[in-house]
Nanobody, 128 residues
Framework: QVQLVESGGGLVQPGGSLRLSCAASGFTLDYYAIGWFRQAPGKEREGVSC????????YYADSVKGRFTISRDNAKNTVYLQMNSLKPEDTAVYYC?????????????????????WGQGTQVTVSS
């Protein structure tokens, strides 16, 4: 059974840091691109970051560039999202998702519709 499980969310003050984890089971992450997405109340789900399957190329939304870092540990079948300098506008439910490499994914790696498997999400709240 293919499963993705996010963890590491919580409440943090502005300027603080969190590290989210996305653990996979039932399949090997090596062959999949992994994306992180977030959805705030009343807003559409948006792409935050992605790491490719083969060469580890990373992509970031402009809103998180320089603050967030995505990485993968294939030995642990886990992908991480290190989030620094958090802002109140980063508050959302964060999801990880997996996608096999396709042309459409290469064209738009942060488009949620290009992903096949999703986790249940973890809440991140940035507030003083």
């Amino acid at each position: 059974q293919v499963q993705l499980v996010e963890s590491g969310g919580g409440l943090v003050q502005p300027g603080g840091s969190l590290r989210l984890s996305c653990a996979a089971s039932g399949f090997t992450l090596d062959y999949y691109a992994i994306g992180w997405f977030r959805q705030a109340p009343g807003k559409e789900r948006e792409g935050v970051s992605c790491i490719s399957s083969s060469d580890g190329v990373t992509y970031y939304a402009d809103s998180v560039k320089g603050r967030f870092t995505i990485s993968r540990d294939n030995a642990k079948n886990t992908v991480y999202l290190q989030m620094n300098s958090l802002k109140p506008e980063d508050t959302a439910v964060y999801y990880c998702a997996a996608a096999l490499p396709t042309v459409r994914l290469r064209v738009n790696p942060l488009q949620p519709h290009n992903y096949d498997y999703w986790g249940q999400g973890t809440q991140v709240t940035v507030s003083s």
